[in-house]
């Protein structure tokens, strides 16, 4: 064995999203892009706001090359965590410190150095599950161990608060918290926030030890119905992780950040693991263009009505055509019950009429199906006879 056997694994079993996004990339090569409705990737089709262009050609004929192209400090360029710093106080008002403020390839690296900051081998994460794959390779790869607690599926998969309190023990050392959530469409509110708030509170006075919360918010700004917590108030031990991918449709620039509650245990240890991990991982300094862009559009969001709009019209369609969803109200995805127990099955029938699914089994659950409704409206009604076909296919028309 030349190489990590691990990494080799990692590398050539691609993730099964991946998969059916490159058998998808494969079939609009032989028919044509507007014939198959691909719903596997969280790839936002709502184009970035178009300002972000104006920014970006100013910044070019504006800023010196050697800066605008240049390193920046490793957690991010002063200016830049100034901004998100007064933006996290003016938004949430709540007093953030640029000092605590790294920022980060998108929400991806900033998963993968906060559990390599915090954790052990000896330790504990905690995901809710369904959750985003890569939880796992990150908290795998930091050499804690991955604890899944199940949502509660006949509460539109809202946490089971009596499993989660049944998983904590002496070696948790973080939970990972996603709402708005990837693959559910499910949220939080406040109340929910603050039963676990109390949970995790009782927990730690219990085993005389911090846990803290790795509020993983990519998506935080796709919200339909209700209104989001923010964590840090309600929560001392929490980190909070963000990406510019969804809300500005810049999930290619990788830009994000990671923001450590000045109110949690060991804050500026912490932050120095986070800076340590970054350094160890290669993920010092995020693209300085991207990062000296956020600073001129901070606050701004691609049109995200789109998604909304997406939203209603799939839910109300699908169930109408007899399928059971829950009922998402927020990020971009639908969470369909798959009618046949074997969710990989019914996502290769669904191929039959060229509609790409993810089955559930990766999220951690079985028996649904994921549909990501960030692609084009025209592509959803477009899809909506193959959905006919497929309900009748299994006898669900009502
Ligand atoms: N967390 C969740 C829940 C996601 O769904 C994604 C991407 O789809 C990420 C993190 C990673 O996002 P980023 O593009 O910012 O790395």
Known sequence: MTVAKRMLDLGKQSSVIREI???????????????????????????????????????????????LHGYTSAPGDQNVRNAVADYIQKTFDF?????????TCGAAAGLAVCLNGLTTKED????????FPEYRVFVE????????????????????FVSLEQAINAKTKAIIVNSPNNPTGTCYDENTIQKL???????????????????????????????????????????????????LSLAGARIGYVFVSPLAKNANDIFAAICGAGRSLGYVCAPSLFQFLIKECIGLTADLSIYKRNRD?????????????????????????SPL?????????????????????????????????CVSTEQIIKSLPAFEQLAKDFDLLP
């Open 124 to 131: 504990e994460v905690i995901v809710f599950a369904p959750f």
């Open 21 to 67: 996004f490159e058998y998808g990339l494969k079939r609009k090569a032989e028919i044509g892009n507007e014939n198959v409705f691909d719903f596997s990737l969280g790839n936002p089709s709502v184009p970035a706001p178009a300002q972000i262009n104006d920014i970006l050609k100013n910044l070019i004929d504006s800023v010196p090359a050697e800066k």
């Open 313 to 337: 019209l799939l839910y109300n369609s699908l169930t109408n055509l007899g399928f059971t969803a829950i009922y998402p109200s927020g990020a971009f995805y639908l969470f369909v019950k």
């Open 95 to 103: 007093a953030a410190t640029p000092e605590l403020i790294y920022m």
């Open 197 to 247: 708030a109390e949970i995790l509170n009782q927990k730690q006075k219990e085993l005389q030890k911090p846990i803290y919360i790795l509020s993983d918010g990519p998506y935080r700004e796709l919200v339909y119905d209700i209104k989001l917590p923010y964590l840090p108030h309600h929560y001392d031990n929490t980190i909070i992780i963000y990406s510019y991918s969804k809300s």
């Open 341 to 373: 127990q074997d969710a990989n099955k019914f996502c290769e029938h669904a191929k039959k009429y060229e509609i790409l699914l993810v089955p559930s089994d990766s999220f951690g659950c079985t028996g649904f199906v994921r549909i990501a409704y």
């Open 141 to 160: 790869h930091s050499g804690s161990k991955l604890v899944i607690v199940p949502c509660d599926e006949n509460n539109n998969f809202q946490p089971d």
